[in-house]
């Protein structure tokens, strides 16, 4: 089984100041990754995920995230934030070739509010 | 087409109703999913269908009854909801149960009076 774990709950930053949300994992076996955001009543969208290759994956709107096999981590950044990135923000895993149980395995979210 | 449509976006109901959520990809994929989102809280997995066949049942109660028609269409007939069922309903696809990428439709917002 999997679970994944966001260390925030809510992440209050200055516009244009730099962020990182942090997220761990625990998996008997190897996951893929991802991240996704959620802007208010609407859906979720696909920022960025880690299948292989290189640790440090670029997503959408200017976020990029690092993974960590050591410290089973898979931290969100984003050098410089907009009022627009104010939403929920939720780090997800899947087993690799879907083994076991299917779907997503969601952390419980980081909401992001953005200060002027 | 790369979307997932949801409709409707908005439903209430009555706990003696009977009504039906609807989920639409026209990618190909052959797998499709249906999730509960509570207010504040992440998206729980309930169903998924592999080549319109229902594969997963996260022990939902039987008062919801998911239906997938062909290969593009996905269904979520309801029927004698609690209050406690409303929430956002999620439906999202992906190529195959096998495949990584998930795309998500924007969601119904059920509540249940």
């Known amino acids: 089984a999997q679970s994944v774990t966001q260390l925030d709950s809510q992440v209050p930053v200055f516009e244009e100041a730099p962020v990182e949300l942090r997220c761990n994992y625990s998996?008997?076996?190897?996951?893929?990754l991802f991240w996704y955001v959620q802007y208010p009543n609407q859906g979720l969208q696909l920022l960025l995920k880690?299948?292989?290759?290189?640790?440090l994956v670029k997503g959408i709107n200017g976020f990029e995230a690092e993974f960590n096999k050591s410290q089973t981590s898979f931290h969100l950044r984003k050098p410089s934030v907009h009022i627009s990135d104010t939403a929920e923000y939720f780090c997800?895993?899947?087993?690799?070739?879907?083994?076991?149980?299917?779907?997503?395995?969601f952390g419980k979210g980081t909401h992001l509010i953005i200060q002027p | 087409d790369t979307e997932v449509t949801q409709t409707p976006k908005h439903l209430v109901m009555g706990m003696t109703n009977k009504k039906s959520l609807k989920c639409e990809q026209h990618?190909?994929?052959?797998?499709m999913y249906w999730y509960k989102q509570k207010a504040k809280k992440p998206p729980e997995l309930m169903f998924v269908?592999?080549?319109?066949?229902?594969?997963i049942n996260e022990s939902v109660p039987s008062r919801f009854s998911p239906e997938c028609p062909n290969s593009s269409l996905l269904n979520l007939h309801l029927h004698a909801l609690q209050p406690e069922d409303s929430a956002l309903y999620l439906c999202?696809?992906?190529?195959?149960?096998?495949?990584?990428?998930?795309?998500f439709g924007s969601g119904t917002r059920l509540t249940v009076v």
């Open positions: 998996s008997s076996v190897s996951v893929y």
């Open positions: 999202a696809s992906s190529q195959d149960r096998l495949n990584y990428g998930y795309t």
């Open positions: 880690y299948l292989s290759g290189s640790t």
């Open positions: 997800a895993v899947r087993p690799l070739g879907g083994g076991g149980a299917d779907g997503l395995t």
């Open positions: 269908y592999s080549y319109e066949k229902l594969s």
């Open positions: 990618m190909g994929h052959r797998a």
